[in-house]
């Protein structure tokens, strides 16, 4: 008995099968009117994807034309700057090479070095680049750094009193904090042997 089911339910697979062969050579007939507007729906979806391919290798394009655009602005952000500070090097270079050669004139080696030193602050300063006030100010931890505190009745609590190190702003972002010493307030002996 399950034999006779089992070549019951093969006799019906066969015949879908043979009926979707059929189907695939089959002639259908449309109207000239029908079979005229799928064939402009078929050319229109041909030219629809085209145009989707087009756009996507033209996409494709300009995200690597945007990528090697990006990769070279960074690899040449600072040449103007990094040209700059060449006349630098070229000033002290000339500067080190008159020290060498023995010349003991050591006011004209100080004035050589201070202007050099102008020139280099001049430059950064046309870049946006400006030194943070540190010494007499308050502290400031979004724009200072306290590496020491030092006891002083004189001036107020967390008050600079000594810049060790220099800090700068880049257009009004901290690039480098100032190091600086703090003030703080001294207790009177008298007072803490009376508490």
């Known amino acids: 008995m399950l034999n006779q089911k089992q070549n019951h339910e093969e ?3 066969e015949p879908i099968a043979e009926k979707k062969e059929e189907e695939k050579g089959k002639t259908v007939s449309l109207k000239e009117e029908e079979y005229l507007k799928l064939k402009e729906e078929a050319e ?3 030219e629809y994807w085209d ?3 087009r756009f996507q290798a033209d996409f494709e394009n300009t995200r690597k034309r ?3 655009e990006k990769q070279d602005f960074v690899k040449f952000a600072n040449e103007g700057i990094i040209l700059e500070l060449l006349n630098v090097l070229d ?3 000339r500067t080190v090479a008159l020290a060498e050669s023995k010349h003991q004139d050591l006011p004209a080696f100080l004035k050589g070095v201070e202007m050099i030193l102008a020139h280099l602050y001049e430059m950064l300063k046309e870049y946006g680049l400006k030194p943070i006030e540190a010494e007499g100010k308050l502290f400031d931890p979004h724009l200072h750094e306290a590496l020491m505190q030092a006891e002083d009745k004189d001036k107020p609590e967390h008050t ?3 810049e060790l190190q220099k800090g700068y702003l880049l257009s009004d972002r901290v690039i480098r904090t100032a190091k600086v010493k703090v003030s703080k307030r001294t207790e009177n002996r008298e007072q803490r042997t009376e508490s």
């Open 11 to 13: 006799n019906k697979k």
């Open 91 to 93: 000033d002290l270079e």
């Open 66 to 68: 945007l990528e090697k």
């Open 160 to 162: 600079i009193v000594e």
């Open 44 to 46: 229109k979806a041909k």
């Open 51 to 53: 145009r989707l391919l």
